[in-house]
């Protein structure tokens, strides 16, 4: 025994230089210095922990060579095997044959006929990597060289061949994977897709991430019947409290396609431009105030809606509509105040030129908090806003409005009864700039002017609860009274008054008088509500029942108003209903009845709805009164592996399909599988400059290679267009 532990310590002190290098044995032997060490060996060099058969130690060249089943960890995730090993100490070189590597965090293994290791550069000779079971993968990846930096844990695939089975499926010249969560530069999977009328789909999105606080994906794409083009997303976070990105696209149509499908514009462009900071004061003026501050802007821009429908092969992901906002709020807050200013541009995608769209630029707000006298009886706060309505062709206006709301409020019979009293001020003061359009003047002449008025509200009210052994039931019951006092109306608001109901109706929105006339009569008017919920012994509501009715003492239009029911019933511990319908005693019928029934486990989700409305208003070739639209779907997971799904959105008015969707998701550790059915509607601006739709459908075929591919959903896979709707018919 002693004669065994002096020969460990020798080979150790001689191979020890600037690495220092254990090895144990059950037998050594010395001759020629050359150290033979058999049985059970064990060495330890740096962070790596070998085992093997047999060890042979050159101390001439300070090369340890490792014999038979050697096992090696790395760290704490890297596991290495082989049958034969060599470590150059002081070249800090290292070579196992055959070669097998398993990288626990990302669950990824290599083999290779060799490898030869540098430092933290390690290369491997014509191998296979997979994150399936070795033993019989369902999908694995061959390649003829690869290299691996153990610091960046990044992997370089050189020659890679995707087989599913043994049935190769995808080559391609190069593949980079990261082993790690790290954010770096690289290829991302490509998306591909076909479709009879645009052609063969290709998307080949790089990923750019060289430092920590940004990254860019630039995500260039071909439609070979339509045309090209390229996206790009710019994401950064320059400081603790703030982050933004930037979207920007371009596609060119082919000359054949745009005159085919009589398409609005020859080339499709935009951008949009996200920004948020939560303590924009201090950060950009280096101050030190104690209330909260914060900056949010949304800034987009497009020449039309074929933009946002060529950014993605899953037309299904956008949201599309004719008319955009950009934005940014700038704030202020304290306990006591609020100081903000808004600034909101509007872009009618269906008109030539905006010059004529009323924008808000700004809007300036300031807002005092409600505060209290006589023992929490008086209650009183102030708001004033300021919008500047601005148009270069056209009139403009600078539009204030006063709030000052106050309150008295009491408790009576032990606090069973609830009273209030509240005196409403409010004044709005307009100044009109800009002029008419010459070719096309407006009837309308305004004046400035002011309008103020204070109205009367009272309120009584009670709430009662009762608590049971397993339940508790809560009874809300209430009046409202409100009632105007007086008012006073000057130039502009006299010479329109009467226009007050006129600009209620939706279909006078568009005259030009309604876009600055927005005073609302305080109608005479009495609510009577009731509510009840019921709560179970854990605080989760099981039902919740509500009852609005209002009555008007108007002499015109006056009379019950509309009937409002709500209710919210847990029907059981899966099963929800949910109801709200307003029901109009004019008309003896409901203007609006929206339901919805829901079940939910952990199997089965099933979601149908209905939405129903009736302004009662005429019927006109670009105005339907009623609406009527049902919404379902149902996902069920069989078990861990098989999963399904259906969506069906149809206009029963119009007899029309808006989407559809089914299909199914097959999912094991290392793959998934789908196939997805889909339709979908979506607008297009066409060379009218009038605003159109184009029913697409669509096959998804979603192939996952797990870890090295993510969970995004159907993107991650093959896509196929069938012809339109216009098209089959």
Known sequence: MFKLLTLLVILTTYIIGDDKVEVYATSMDTKDNIVTADGEVVVIYQDYYLTAKKAIYDRNNGELELFGNIRANNGENV?????????????????????????????????????????????????????????DPIWKMEFTSSDYNTDTMWLNLYNARIYIYDIPVFYTPYFGYSLDTTRRTGLLPPMVGISEKEGFYYEQALFIAEQNWWDLEIKPQIRTNRGSGVYSTFRFVDS???????????????????L???????????????????????????????????LYADIVNMNDVEYINLSTNDTTKNATATQLLSRMNLFYNTDENYFGAYFKHYKDLTLSSNEKTLQNLPAAHYHSYLDTLLDDHFLYSFDIMSNNYYRTLGKSATQTDINIPLTLQTHLFDELLNLSYDSNLYAQHTIFTGEDDSANPSIYEYDNGIFARNYHVFSASTQLTKAYEESTHVVDLGATYQKEGSKTEQGYYEDYKEYTDYCKLPANKLDPVCEFYNITEIEENL???????????????????????????????????????????????????????????DESAFSKNFNKISYNNQSFNIGLSHMYKDSFLPQTSTYTPITSYMTSSVSYKYNKHY?????LDYDLERSEKKSFEVGFLYQKRCWDFGLTYLENNRPILNQDGLSDSVYDRFIYLTIRLKPIMKNEGRLSGFVYRLPDKSEAN
């Open 79 to 135: 596991k290495l095997l082989g049958e034969y090993a060599k470590l150059n100490i002081a070249k800090k070189e290292r070579t196992f044959k055959p070669f097998y590597m398993l990288e626990q965090t990302a669950d990824v293994w290599i083999s290779g006929d060799s490898s030869y290791a540098k430092d933290i550069e390690t290369e491997v000779d014509r191998g296979v990597m997979s994150g399936c079971d070795p033993n």
């Open 240 to 258: 603790e409290v703030s982050k933004g990105s930037l979207v920007a696209g371009y596609f060119k149509e082919k000359e054949d396609y745009f």
């Open 260 to 294: 085919e499908n009589e398409l609005g514009n020859k080339k499709h462009y935009g951008f949009n431009f996200l920004y948020e900071n939560s303590d924009v004061i201090n950060e950009w003026f280096d101050t030190s105030f104690k209330g909260q501050s914060g």
């Open 527 to 585: 609510q009577l509500y009731f509510s009840h919920y019921l709560y179970d012994s854990e605080g989760k509501q099981l039902f919740y029942h509500r009852l609005s009715q209002n009555y008007s003492y108007e002499d015109v239009g006056g009379g019950a108003g509309e009937l409002e029911n709500e209710l919210d019933y847990q029907i059981a511990e899966n099963i929800n209903f949910y109801n709200n319908m307003f029901y109009n005693y």
């Open 643 to 647: 999963s399904y799904h259906f969506r």
